[in-house]
């Protein structure tokens, strides 16, 4: 297993150069191409006589500098492309910012990663978990530039794997493989009190598969003390010194995760280093 199709969500607008960055950077490690989907807001015009023409010439100046962003992305994205020797291609989509999560999530169906830029505004953050849930191939998270920080630095080659024996944890496992499989340092995590992991398979039983696979991993078990999973993970994935954490998401629905909370939510919330997410 290897990557061999990345794409980046990139959107006209918010800050992209690191997201850039580090895609070329994974494009060129495992020769694989680098394309990119870039958003930019199409907006709905108020037909009301008295202030429609007010707010249709707003909108079509907003679109207007969306779409010089847009360009100058494309071409940011070509430049790291040559910049690296690899190969990809560039979509621009204008489309209303509600719908940008499930067009992602189609788009990204046919790569074996996606990356995404995490975000603190909760209506963009409800369209990067439309694309988790409907991608169906792992998503890798990068924090924001202002949550992101010589200590939680993206380093691809030192990997914490969340580890409870679930579905979804399985899933994320093994479509991490590919990166697992690059990485000097893998680390699997456990929250000892979270739930009971009596029935599961152990981490010793995936570290033996892994290093079937060529994956040496070390496991490193955490109590959760009656705190939120999402924060005991944090305080493992910090102990790990890693700088990417592997996750399985929404182990329950969307609804029941926003309902009684969950590690998925939790870790969206407050995503201050670099996850992959896997559904």
């Known amino acids: 297993m290897t990557l061999r199709r990345i794409m980046m ?53 907003v679109e207007t500098r969306a779409e010089r962003a847009s360009a100058e992305l494309a071409s940011a994205v070509a430049q790291a492309r040559a910049t690296s020797g690899i190969g990809g291609a560039a979509i621009t989509q204008a489309l209303a910012p509600h719908l940008y999560g499930e067009f992602v999530a189609v788009k990204g169906r046919t ?29 890798l998270l990068l924090p924001t530039d202002e949550e ?11 990997i914490a794997l969340a580890w409870d024996g679930s579905r979804t944890a399985t899933r994320a496992a093994f479509d991490a493989l590919p990166l697992l499989k690059h990485a000097r340092e893998v680390t699997l995590v456990q929250i000892t009190d979270d739930k009971d992991l009596s029935r599961t398979g152990t981490a010793a039983d995936l570290s033996a598969l ?57 870790t969206l919330q407050a995503c201050a280093f670099p996850v992959l997410l896997s559904h």
């Open 9 to 61: 969500w990139l959107q006209a607008g918010a800050a992209n150069s690191q997201l850039i960055a580090i895609g070329a950077r994974l494009a060129a490690e495992h020769g694989a191409e680098l394309n990119a989907v870039i958003t930019t807001p199409k907006l709905a015009r108020s037909g009301h006589w008295a202030v429609g023409g007010m707010v249709s010439g707003m909108a079509a100046e």
């Open 111 to 139: 790569s074996d990663l996606v990356i995404a830029r995490a975000t603190t505004d909760e209506e963009t953050r409800g369209q990067i978990e439309a694309l988790i849930f409907a991608a169906a191939r792992p998503v």
């Open 148 to 158: 992101a920080s010589a200590d939680n630095a993206f380093d691809p080659h030192k």
């Open 210 to 266: 892994l290093a079937g696979h060529g994956v040496k991993a070390t496991t490193l078990e955490v109590p959760g003390r009656g705190r939120p999973t999402a924060v005991a993970l944090k305080d493992a994935f910090e102990q790990s010194g890693a700088g990417l954490l592997v996750m399985g998401a929404y182990g329950h629905s969307r609804a029941r995760e926003f309902i009684l909370g969950g590690a998925t939510r939790g």
